[in-house]
């Protein structure tokens, strides 16, 4: 949390810094609850497009718990979660797969 999120909460006319903080944080795992909810499924070719990967080295990085894993979205159809791919991206292929082993 920023500090000038803290310091809006600790100016606040006579209220307790601590459930100001906790509202705000309260509020933020909402957004993040209710977009998660919204999340968008991507198939193979947008996922291809997006992280310049081939399909083969996709699969073998899943299987390698290197890349985030598809979903059944019908039958015969897998697709992945477009934030999922997203967080891959932004983090970079190694940094994923470590924040990935060290949340299991």
Not at 42 to 60: A, C, F, G, P, Q
Not at 65 to 78: C, D, I, Q, R, Y
Request: net charge positive; with cysteine; proline share 2%.
């Amino acid at each position: 949390m920023s500090k000038k999120v803290i310091q809006q909460c600790s100016e606040s006319e006579g209220k307790n810094t601590v459930v100001n903080v906790l509202n705000y944080l309260a509020e933020q795992l909402v957004k993040i609850a209710e977009s998660s909810k919204k999340d968008e499924f991507l198939d193979l070719n947008e996922v291809m497009r997006r992280t310049t990967l081939k399909k083969d080295n996709i699969y073998r990085k899943m299987r390698d718990g290197a890349f985030p894993h598809n979903e059944k979205t019908s039958e015969g159809s897998v697709a992945w979660r477009a934030s999922e791919i997203q967080s891959y991206i932004a983090l970079g292929p190694q940094k994923w797969a470590e924040v990935q082993r060290s949340a299991a």
